[in-house]
């Protein structure tokens, strides 16, 4: 039986005036474009690309990149802003493998950012994710590390409290991935009731296919 979802629908067209959102999809942009050498060549997928803040940030850097969510609200709110700023080389996919709606393409590198905590199956989102790849493609993904809870405050549709790096690389590794490398891509500092000001530590793995 299928576990139940979050509701990104009810929140796509108001998902960019939150700034905590906004900070952390441009600093995981900033740590992909440190972590991972950019090519005009490339072909990239942004998998859970929401209203496409990292697609949009990324695009100047490579050939392509196409926007994929199985959120059809974070899809349209994305293609409005490609109607508006016209940069000419993104697109957009609605998608949804765990429905069997799979992303099509060939890419050089598949980037994603808070996206893994709403998946249930990881090491079939890496299996998804290696079909997606040309050969040496690489992936580039960002989420929390290891929490409590206390960072969404509601967990629906939150499948993972975070994750263990370690345990990600060996997952990683399962799914014939290699040069699997981490580091710490933001951190994010939240106000939470009766503890006072925490910070979550967000990761950014990168890892190539074998
Ligand atoms: C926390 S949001 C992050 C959005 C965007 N990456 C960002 O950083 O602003 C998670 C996104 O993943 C999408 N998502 C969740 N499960 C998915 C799945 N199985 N396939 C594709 N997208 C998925 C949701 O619709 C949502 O847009």
């Known amino acids: 039986m299928e576990q139940i979802r979050r509701d990104f629908e009810a929140v796509a067209s108001r998902w960019d005036s939150n700034p905590t959102r906004v900070k952390i999809a441009r600093e995981v942009g900033d740590a992909i ?29 490579v050939h392509s990149v196409c926007g994929a969510d199985s959120s059809p609200a974070m899809v349209a ?5 490609i109607a508006t700023l016209k940069p000419g080389n993104v697109s957009t996919q609605l998608v949804d493998f ?3 709606a799979h992303a099509s393409g060939s890419y050089d590198l598949i980037v994603s950012s808070m996206v893994t905590h709403h998946v249930p199956d990881t090491a079939a ?9 040309k050969p040496h493609g690489q992936i580039a993904f960002a989420d929390l590390d290891t929490e409590d809870g206390a960072f969404h405050g509601d967990n629906t549709g939150v499948f993972h409290l975070g994750f263990d790096r370690a345990e990600l690389r060996k997952l990683l ?8 490398r981490d580091s710490t891509a933001t951190s994010v500092s939240k106000e939470i009731e009766g503890q006072g000001a925490r910070e979550f530590p967000i990761f950014l793995i990168v890892a190539t296919k074998m």
């Open 125 to 133: 989102l890496f299996k998804e994710w290696k079909r997606l790849l």
């Open 77 to 81: 709110v994305l293609q409005d802003k």
């Open 33 to 61: 474009l440190r972590e991972v050498k950019m090519t005009p060549q490339m072909d990239v997928l942004d998998y859970g690309c929401g209203t496409g803040l990292l697609a949009m940030q990324l695009q100047p850097h």
């Open 98 to 100: 765990e429905r069997g």
């Open 173 to 180: 590794l399962a799914a014939g991935f290699a040069e699997v």
